[in-house]
């Protein structure tokens, strides 16, 4: 009984300190999260990217843990669509059945290229979504957009549990997959990615390029104007 009201005595100094300190709390919050995103810039920043294409397939290096890019529809056209995307991004998962729809359509026409940039701000597992996609992808598989709904609320802890859960679904060596997770290559991939949406100035996801231009939400957003567009690129590149 007296441990039990000791705790209710200091849940309720924390609630007092809380009130008292709004102010404060919120603004070293807000020093973190800043100093975080500099530190985030800076190591982006350390990656030469001068020499690269970011328009089309980048050929895997160390820089990216020697991990390829992952292309869906590749073809030897010249016409490339490339989406930056993250995992647990609700408009993401919304827009790629549609985009895949359409690339399988124009298969041999065109290549889609698919880039990790999870905006960790605000989606607390978008990184250890990507890093699990990743993991799976060095086994040949690909999960988590048809997943998204059970995960994407689920706390650090719990979280493994249904990426585990899936992967076993889709028979990963369970052993290697935890180890490729928080392997440096899939760190080194997934940064590679992200530097590489740096540099294309994505600001949101998805987000769209093709043949190197932005394309408006209004235009990938809506299937007869991305088809239009798609169909002038490859007509422009005969």
């Known amino acids: 009984m007296a441990q039990k009201k000791d705790k209710a005595k200091n849940l309720a100094k924390f609630k007092d300190f809380v009130d ?34 970011i328009s089309k397939e980048i050929p895997a290096t160390a820089d990216s843990g020697n991990i390829a890019e992952h292309v869906y529809s590749k073809s ?16 993401c998962k919304t827009a790629s059945s549609r985009i895949k729809a359409i690339a399988e359509e124009y298969k041999g026409k065109i290549n889609l290229i698919f880039r990790n940039y999870p905006l ?26 048809d997943k998204q709904d059970e995960w994407t609320s689920a706390t650090a802890n719990d979280r493994m549990d249904y990426f585990i859960e899936y992967a076993n679904e889709l028979k990963l060596n369970i052993d290697q997959f935890k180890k490729d997770i928080e392997s440096e290559k899939v760190k080194a991939k997934i940064k590679y990615d992200q530097a590489i949406g740096a540099k294309a100035k ?3 996801t998805p987000s769209f390029t093709l043949n190197g231009k932005d394309l408006d939400s209004k235009i990938w957003g809506d299937d007869s104007k991305l088809k239009a567009a ?9």
């Open 20 to 53: 008292d300190n709004k102010f404060a709390i919120v603004f070293s919050v807000l020093v973190v999260a800043f100093l975080g995103g500099i530190i985030w810039l800076s190591s982006l920043e350390k990656i030469d990217l001068s020499k690269v294409d």
């Open 202 to 204: 994505v600001s949101g």
């Open 120 to 145: 960790v701000s605000i989606h607390p597992n978008a990184l250890a979504a990507a890093s699990v996609a990743e993991a799976a992808g060095l086994q040949g598989k690909y999960l988590l957009y």
């Open 76 to 91: 030897d056209s010249k016409v490339t669509l490339v989406e930056y995307g993250d995992y647990q991004c609700p408009g």
């Open 230 to 238: 798609l169909d002038e690129a490859i007509n422009s590149n005969k």
